[in-house]
């Protein structure tokens, strides 16, 4: 069993950057496909990006493309997500996440995944 705990969240200032960091632990997340999700008060868990078990291909939410970069560590067992010109619709708190299967891109949807951390908060100011 895998266990996700996400850091780096906080409050910043619209345009400033943050760095989120997701941990796995208990087993390797090297074979699968890591996703980064965000939920604001009152609204739905949405896809943000995710990251093949390789790290060769990566795939954005159109919200925020062009102003974050997820990326991975699999000697680490991390996985990371790079936040510029930070927004105040950014305002949400965010998850990492792990999908079902190996060696499988699916759909970017919350159903695909079945092993998420606590989140991290990060609210934006402007």
């Known amino acids: 069993q895998v266990q996700l705990v996400e850091s780096g969240g906080g409050l910043v200032q619209a345009g400033d950057s943050l760095r989120l960091s997701c941990a796995a632990s208990?087993?390797?997340?090297?074979?699968?496909?890591m996703g980064w999700f965000r939920q604001a008060p009152g609204k739905e868990r949405e896809f943000v990006a995710r990251i093949s078990w390789t790290g060769g291909s990566t795939y954005y939410a159109d919200s925020v493309k062009g102003r974050v970069t997820i990326s991975r560590d699999n000697a680490k067992n991390m996985v990371y997500l790079q936040m510029n010109s930070l927004k105040p619709e950014d305002t949400a708190n965010y998850y990492c996440a792990a999908e079902k299967r190996r060696y499988t891109i699916s759909s970017p949807t919350p159903g695909e995944y079945d092993t998420w951390g606590q989140g991290t908060q990060v609210t934006v100011s402007s």
């Open positions: 208990g087993r390797t997340v090297s074979t699968y496909t």
